[in-house]
């Protein structure tokens, strides 16, 4: 099959051990970035198959239109970016492993890195070294300190079993039933939402972005914080109500931030109000990007290209574009 791959900006895919499931396959890997539809649609004329990384592009009425030979669209995890109907109407199976059980280590050593980094102060710590000024503040000791998780899910578990390891209380919240899940294992929830944000030193965001969680987590939440503490996002910023973060930085209420994840990606603005602030910490939305963790997610890609080439597709999204034959 015509297999084409979107968006490996560092040309990693065909270095991992995972790239040979595509032996026999017509390949196309682009290394760079468009969503002009013009060039998009030039690139991908041929394509029976289209691979995404992640949700780097968004697929739309408007290119699927001009993809008539587009037969599947393979990707991992949630696809906020894929219309979906728009995927049916053109009869483009959408094929997507949501890993329901599996836990993203590379995420979750990410989060735990920005609240070490952030806690330690290190990247303004190693501007002042290189500045010849030597130290610049005094940091935090993680240990007794509280990290509050919020969404009781497989990052977030693995995160609280990285935090009790440096000797950190942990405390949840989130939703109505995932409190309630946390409770039936045992775990500590705070008795609301109030106490919560208030007496976390660090609060990480763990929640899928979805209609009924965008803006989940207010001004309001985030002014509870106390001046010492840093909220982190390796999620997805939509979570976060707009305008949230500057007010937050305003009033210095959490006194940090340490974020991954923002409403522009990619973000090149260097003036940038919220990446440009002395408080903040930011890293280019690289919590899933390692080689560990791209050879496993494509490898499920791959496993889902050969199944459709071999008249078995799995893991379908809008399964009513695969002909019933039973």
């Known amino acids: 099959m015509k297999i084409h791959i979107l968006d490996d900006w560092f040309d990693t895919l065909h270095t991992l051990a995972s790239y040979e499931r595509l032996a026999g396959h017509d390949v196309k890997i682009w290394n760079d970035h468009t969503e002009d539809l013009d060039v998009l649609s030039g690139r991908l004329a041929e394509a029976e198959v289209l691979v995404l990384f992640r949700e780097r592009t968004p697929i739309t009425d408007e290119l699927l239109a001009r993809l008539p030979n587009l037969k599947l669209i393979s990707q991992r995890s949630v696809y906020p970016h894929v219309d979906v109907h728009a995927c049916t109407t053109h009869k483009v199976l959408l094929c997507s492993n949501m890993h329901s059980g599996t836990p993203s280590i590379a995420a979750s050593e990410l989060t735990f890195a920005l609240i070490l980094a952030s ?18 503040g005094v940091g935090q000791t993680l240990a007794g300190r509280t990290l509050g998780l919020y969404g009781y899910g497989r990052i977030a578990g693995q995160v609280a079993g990285y935090a009790k390891a ?44 979805t209609p009924d969680t965008r803006g989940i987590i207010s001004a309001e939440d985030l002014n509870l914080m106390k001046p010492s503490a840093t909220l982190v996002n390796t999620s997805r910023s939509g979570l976060i109500a707009p305008g949230a973060l500057e007010k937050a930085l305003a009033a210095g209420r959490p006194g940090r931030l340490a974020l991954d994840v923002f409403d522009q990606e990619p973000l090149t603005d260097i003036n940038d109000p919220v990446i440009s602030h002395a408080s903040v910490i930011s890293t280019p939305h690289i919590g899933y990007v390692t080689e560990d963790e791209l050879d496993m997610q494509f490898a499920d890609i791959y496993d889902q290209i050969n199944a459709y080439a071999d008249g078995k597709p799995i893991h379908m999204i809008n399964p009513e574009v695969w002909p019933d034959e039973s």
Do not use: C, I, Y
């Open 119 to 136: 806690a330690r102060q290190l990247p303004q710590q190693m501007a002042s070294l290189k500045a010849g000024t030597w130290q610049m």
């Open 166 to 209: 440096f000797g950190m209380n942990v405390v949840w919240w989130g939703s109505e039933a995932g409190r309630a899940r946390a409770a039936d294992d045992g775990a500590n929830v705070a008795k609301d939402r109030e106490t919560f944000f208030s007496e976390s030193d660090f609060v990480s965001l763990h929640v899928r972005l």
